[in-house]
């Protein structure tokens, strides 16, 4: 058996997200069936992040383990083979030991929240951010963003559904950048809450919008309580940008 | 009569191109439905560039005259309301005089060519870039590329059904930027022939390869022959970014 790491990229759009699901395809079942058509084996592949419905990757890390004996570019080009016309492809593939993991492995994950701040509707950025047509304070959202920055309790961010054992996460960067139409949150920590993302990209962008202050960002996150929070921003602006690893493998 | 200035951005994929045709929807034709929707007023549309099927546009620029007396947002926003669903947004809108001309007037032209340069295929870049698997070598491009800056005869890079009176045309500028995966070509000049910055792509990908040298493309430039040059590249990659005149508007 070898095992090999996957660094993936997709277009959320068209998927009920990374999980296998009995509603829709998942990213994970389009993968795991090419990578079954390429070499006979059934096998389970186990993510870094289970990125919700219409949630975008650039950079997802998934491990898969094979008694194919072949190489890291055959892998890499048989599941893209396999994988048309999905909009899934295999960017990065790579030999690792028996104790690597996808996800218990990761040290640090990151991800994107695009948002095209005009008057305009989209065009080709349609599914890949989030519109907003009133004008954003993109200063402002990053005052408000700098109290999020650290270890907090974020149970104000975090979706009834969340599994996690604990809501306290150290959040490393919170980033506003602003080039042109677009505002870009990047975020980084060890790891997430479920909607954790898109629950601050919701409230950044009242923030933005003037209609709430940092103070009023600090409050709702010391209260503890999702309904003080803004609301969960769409899937089509969030990216997984990148997981890594410690030593890198 | 108000003349009325458009910035348009759009995606070509569902499109025959700008130009109203009978066998399927045309970009002037939703606009102009949009406008008759809005206005009630039937209109013809005139626009700086004539993009082909599937090209794309963040700066097409266009002129219409409508009898109803409005101001420039309420414009903008009731075209974007009755171009829904249709992937074509009016970004700008400014009130001209009637000597404006958006063809005629116009000074300047800028367009950007991209390839999208790796082994994996495209997810979310389907349809906005041309796939280029094989690696290339963006400054081998550049040095090639330099040969066709300056006024030249281009019959070598001009589409057999090209309409200009003239086979001469004076490149400005033309860039081979390399950023991560994506090489972008951008070209400037006051105005193109048929294909031409498609053919010029088409041919600097070559270069790019290996497989030609920028003799070769100087020879082929001389040669004044359109077998000489390279494959007319995928319109999915090419924009038409900006329209200049002088003065502004």
Request: with cysteine.
């Amino acid at each position: 058996m070898t095992r090999w790491k996957l660094t993936l990229e997709y277009d959320g759009g068209p998927f009920v997200g990374w999980q296998r699901q009995d509603n829709g395809p998942s990213v994970q079942e389009a993968v795991e069936k090419a990578i079954r058509a390429f070499s006979g084996e059934t096998v389970t592949l186990h993510a870094a992040g289970r990125t919700d419905a219409g949630v975008h990757a650039l950079g997802q890390v998934a491990h898969v383990d094979l008694a194919k004996s072949t190489d890291a570019d055959t892998v890499q080009d048989a599941i893209n083979f396999h994988l048309k016309p999905a909009p899934v492809a295999v960017v990065d593939v790579v030999e690792v030991d028996d104790e690597f993991h996808a996800r218990f492995s990761a040290t640090h994950r990151a991800y994107r929240y695009r948002i095209l701040n005009r008057r305009a509707p989209l065009t080709l950025l349609a599914g890949r951010v989030w519109h907003v047509a009133a004008p954003l304070d993109a200063a402002a959202m990053q005052d408000a963003a700098d109290a999020l920055i650290g270890n907090h309790d974020f149970t104000s961010f975090r979706a009834a559904a969340c599994q996690a054992k604990s809501p306290v996460k150290t959040l490393d960067a919170l980033r506003v950048d602003h080039n042109g139409e677009e505002i870009a949150i990047t975020v980084e920590a060890r790891s997430f809450l479920h909607h954790q993302v898109r629950n601050i990209a919701g409230t950044l962008k009242l923030v933005g919008e003037g209609k709430w202050t940092r103070a009023g960002v600090e409050a709702a996150l010391a209260a503890r309580d999702r309904s003080r929070a803004g609301p969960t921003a769409p899937a089509d602006g969030l990216y997984l940008m990148r997981v890594t690893y410690d030593p890198s493998p």
